[in-house]
């Protein structure tokens, strides 16, 4: 599964790379052996860790920073690396530094939230994991009507208010 959020080649592979190692543990363990299963993530992680920027981010030039970054790190986490690693340091921090990812980023709000669960830094992170998950819950979709899917959620939101219709995505 590739996904192309743009025409830049770095973010793609960086995108790549961070989905991959999030569906390593859903490949058939017959079609790989376990050497090339941990080669593979190794291989991965040390090109995520050389693209990370200065600030602690990484990005595909200046689109979705929050959730790139986010998407990055849980990959990374998930891949064997703590909140104590450096990287993982540095991301957390940039995060942090965040007041909020862009307001009308669904996707950027539940991707942070996923990061800093993840990263399990005790109570560090719980208010802003809270505020995150009520900005969500006030972008969901209450009202049917233009396409619009009660329950879901749509790719952007301003202030509560829907400005795209329900995405399954989303969910």
């Not at 920027?53 to 990374?76: A, C, D, K, Q």
């Amino acid at each position: 599964m590739v996904m192309r959020i743009s025409t830049n080649r770095s973010g793609t592979v960086i995108c790549f790379f961070a989905i991959l190692l999030i569906l390593i543990p859903r490949i058939q363990a017959e079609d790989l052996s376990a050497r090339e299963v941990l080669d593979s993530i190794k291989r991965a992680k040390r090109y995520l860790r050389s693209q990370q920027h200065p600030n602690g981010s990484w990005s595909m030039g200046e689109r979705y920073p929050v959730g790139i970054t986010s998407l990055v790190m849980i990959s990374l986490l998930n891949a064997g690396m703590t909140k104590d690693d450096p990287p993982i340091a540095r991301g957390l921090r940039y995060l942090r530094a965040v007041k909020s990812p862009a307001p009308e980023i669904n996707y950027s709000r539940a991707l942070m939230i996923m990061a800093l669960t993840t990263a399990r830094d005790g109570e560090r992170d719980k208010s802003r994991i809270f505020r995150l998950a009520r900005e969500l819950e006030n972008a969901q979709i209450k009202k049917g009507s233009g396409g619009r899917s009660i329950g879901s959620w749509g790719y952007q939101s301003e202030g509560g208010i829907i400005r795209t219709g329900g995405d399954r995505s989303n969910a």
